[in-house]
């Protein structure tokens, strides 16, 4: 399944939920408190994928253990983006490839030139 597809997915999906916020609306100035919960709610993930990470790293479990856990947190992370991307109406193939030249740019002094 390709980026689109799962765009596409979560559009449907959205537009058959609601809440107190129209999930599928596009953002626009109107109704900018869309964009502020779609963006406390990549925090909090953010904060559960820590929280499983700082588990690990402390010693209470392996990776391996907490893989599924980490996983579920990490899709919840990129189902918020997801959101964000259509309802922003970010053209993602275009704007990942200016991000990349530029980045490509900023990372040329590390590289070494044997």
Known sequence: MELFD???RQKEF??????KF???SKIDQSNLETLEFLLISVMG???ETSNIVKKILRGDYSLE???KDLSEEVIDILIYV???IYQLDINVEEVYEEKMK???KRFERYETHD
Do not use: V
């Open 102 to 104: 530029k980045n490509k």
């Open 65 to 67: 253990e907490k893989k």
């Open 14 to 19: 959205d537009d058959e939920h609601s809440s």
């Open 45 to 47: 993930e953010l904060g």
């Open 22 to 24: 129209k999930w599928s």
């Open 82 to 84: 997801i959101k964000m």
């Open 6 to 8: 799962l765009i596409e």
